[in-house]
């Protein structure tokens, strides 16, 4: 009896202290990333899965665990039309719905495409009033193509503004992820960034609020995500012999941002997934390997987790925190600039 009620207390505590997840894709992307989490993945594991876009036609077809229609009054359902003004005004007008939403949170995750004026403008908007909750605020955001370079400018300016409000934001370009995949049409590449964001998100999270091969603690992720400004990714995926040396080696060559220097970078997340054959050696392996092609002083979180539908793949992902990007260093295009001093 004795054994049963303790038993039940220990299970209550880990109940409790397991952070809560909310994650909130914003706009077309950003519901699309949900979306594809929701359906292909079955969801996220102790995360609640929030889909909020200006768009109903959109959000209609949305799989989410809640879904938010932003601004009825200002976008009338017919989404921001590339305006982030708009996206921001649309965020106000609903910004107690998303508040209820994500009640009780301690880890928020933004995810976005930068560049359109939903997902630009409301995903500040949303990051800035949540603040006070005191959750750790992860961004997780595109930035646009190069065939979309009209939308540079604004990507960067919500960029700007979007790290303001987010402890790390961690940002993907589209057009590095686009050489990563190969040379895809449009609509596969949009395809492998949801792919990309989705698995980012539920990886990490599974690995903090399930049991796991070796999980990550809440407090270390904490620790190198807090206040930290861009952070970059790579993702490495390997089989066969050696299976473990080239996926962290991809992963490691592969950043998908462009960023100024890779050894000044703060902190550095490594999270390991293979299918049920992977071993706790494999893992080790991989930690080992990362942490030695890194300064002494870098703080490194790992976890791993077996996931059966990699069968006999392994995935590396490492996250290197507190970086500094070129695309914010670069000047705006000529447009840009134009269209500023007309104004
Ligand atoms: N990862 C991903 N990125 C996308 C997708 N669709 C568009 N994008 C990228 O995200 C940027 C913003 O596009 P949307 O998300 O459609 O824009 P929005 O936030 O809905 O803004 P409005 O439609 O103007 O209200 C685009 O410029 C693309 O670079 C998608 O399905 N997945
Ligand atoms: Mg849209």
Redesign the pocket.
Same mark, same amino acid.
């Given at each position: 009896m004795d054994e049963m009620l303790e038993r039940e207390k220990i299970e209550a505590i880990v109940r409790a202290s397991r952070p809560q997840v909310a994650v909130i894709g914003? %706009? #077309? @992307?950003?519901c699309?990333?949900v979306s594809w989490v929701k359906e292909k993945k079955g969801g996220v594991a102790g995360a609640k899965l929030i889909a909020a876009? +200006?768009?109903a036609n959109h959000l209609n077809i949305i799989k989410a665990d809640r879904r938010i229609l932003l601004g009825e009054k200002t976008c009338k359902g017919m989404? @921001?039309?590339?305006?982030p003004e708009r996206?921001e005004q649309a965020a106000r007008e609903s910004i107690e719905q998303v508040k209820k939403d994500v009640k009780g949170s301690n880890i928020i995750y933004v995810a +976005? %495409?930068? %560049? %359109? #004026?939903? #997902?630009?403008g409301a995903s500040t908007v949303i990051a800035q009033a949540l603040k006070p909750s005191r959750a750790l605020m992860i961004g997780v955001v +595109?930035l646009?193509?190069a065939v979309?370079r009209f939308?540079y400018n604004s990507a960067k300016e919500g960029l700007v503004k979007l790290k303001a409000e987010c402890d790390t934001v961690v940002v993907i370009d589209?057009n590095r992820l686009a050489k990563v995949a190969g040379d895809l049409p449009l609509k596969e590449a949009?395809g492998v960034?949801?792919t990309l964001?989705g698995e980012f998100v539920k990886g990490i999270t599974e690995t903090i609020t399930t049991a796991s091969l070796i999980n990550i603690d809440f407090a270390d992720l904490r620790a190198i995500m807090e206040k930290r400004g861009l952070a970059a990714i790579g993702v490495g995926e390997s089989e066969g012999a050696n299976r473990v040396q080239h996926a962290v080696q991809t992963a490691l060559d592969a950043q998908l941002l462009d960023i100024k220097d890779s050894t000044k970078s703060f902190g550095v997340l490594i999270h390991v997934s293979g299918g049920d054959d992977i071993t706790l050696d494999e893992v080790t392996q991989a930690g080992e390997m990362i942490t030695r092609s890194l300064p002494k002083d870098a703080r490194v979180v790992w976890g791993a987790r077996v996931d059966p539908t990699l069968g006999g793949k392994v995935r590396v992902m490492v996250v290197l925190t507190g970086v500094e990007s070129t695309f914010l260093a670069e000047q705006p295009t000529r447009l840009g600039k134009f269209l500023r001093v007309k104004q």
């Open positions: 914003v %706009g #077309g @992307a950003g699309n990333i876009n +200006t768009d989404g @921001a039309g590339g305006y996206g +976005t %495409g930068l %560049g %359109g #004026g939903t #997902g630009t +595109t646009p193509f979309e939308r589209n949009l960034a949801n964001v």
